[in-house]
């Protein structure tokens, strides 16, 4: 198993992981600023690792032969690169990058080694996550995705043919502070799920009672009783119905719904 883990030192650091033991393999330098996040993509496309740094650029690392090289790079963004998330695996090799410069892109890899790339203006000031809904088995074609931003909203986008580019769906106010962190649930339950958390140390649930996300969205605070600290990262399991919250108390939480449509604690991971 390989973890990758990234730097306010410029650098990205992939270790091999067997049980308890972790070995350095490789060190990846080219970003000119601190690296804020990595993302591997699917794996049929090969071992392929997206960065993105403060330097405004996103880079795109492949490893071949226990060789790795930087295979291409993403430089749309007038400022900081905060996030970069790869696109359900039946789309293709499509990135989605979020920048402080308040745009969000969509950029595709083409075989041919070629990029298409969308930019679109997500926030008003700077666009911090983004996330992409799970594929709508009805309909492949239909891609949404979702942000948050420095203007304490979270938006839906969805993906317009006519104007070959992602057009706003909906705004979800209820933050009063900046969203650090978006996580559409990828399992595709009877219902769609949204995480937003923020810097006012809250987490929202937002629900929407059909999977594409057509109905009006519901909004639900994870707990009642603040975080103690800002909400940096929401993740979801591959299951879909467990939630991990990471804080800058340096904690890691986990959360369950009940049948009651209620959120529980399961948990803290330990360190």
């Not at 996040?37 to 960065?51: D, E, N, R, Y």
């Amino acid at each position: 198993m390989r973890l990758a883990t990234c730097s306010s030192d410029k650098t990205i650091k992939i270790f091999e992981v067997d049980g308890e033991n972790h070995k350095l393999v490789e060190t990846l330098k080219g970003h000119d600023g601190p690296v804020w996040q990595v993302a591997w993509a699917h794996p049929k496309f090969g071992v392929i690792l997206a960065s993105c740094s403060y330097d405004g650029k996103a880079l795109i690392w492949k490893e071949e032969n226990g060789v790795w090289s930087n295979i291409a790079e993403h430089g749309v963004h007038q400022a900081s690169v905060n996030s970069v998330s790869w696109a359900p695996s039946e789309y293709g090799a499509v990135l989605l990058c979020t920048s402080s410069d308040g745009k969000a892109s969509v950029v595709e890899f083409m075989e041919d080694g070629s990029q298409k790339t969308m930019v679109f203006q997500a926030h008003a000031i700077g666009a911090n996550a983004g996330s992409w809904a799970p594929p709508h088995k009805d309909n492949i074609k239909e891609r949404r995705l979702v942000t948050g931003g420095c203007d304490n909203l979270v938006k839906i986008w969805k993906l317009d043919p006519q104007v070959n580019n992602y057009v706003e769906e909906a705004v979800l106010a209820g933050h009063t502070d900046w969203v650090r962190d978006v996580a559409w649930s990828s399992s595709l339950l009877s219902k769609s799920y949204i995480a937003s958390a923020s810097q006012d140390r809250t987490v929202l649930i937002w629900t929407n009672d059909t999977v594409g996300g057509k109905s009006p969205w519901k909004k639900q605070l994870l707990t009642e009783e603040k975080f103690p600290d800002v909400c940096w990262r929401a993740s979801w399991s591959l299951s879909g119905n467990v939630l991990a919250i990471s804080g800058g108390d340096n904690k890691v939480t986990l959360w369950k719904e009940n049948l009651l449509g209620k959120w529980e604690s399961a948990g803290e991971v330990d360190q």
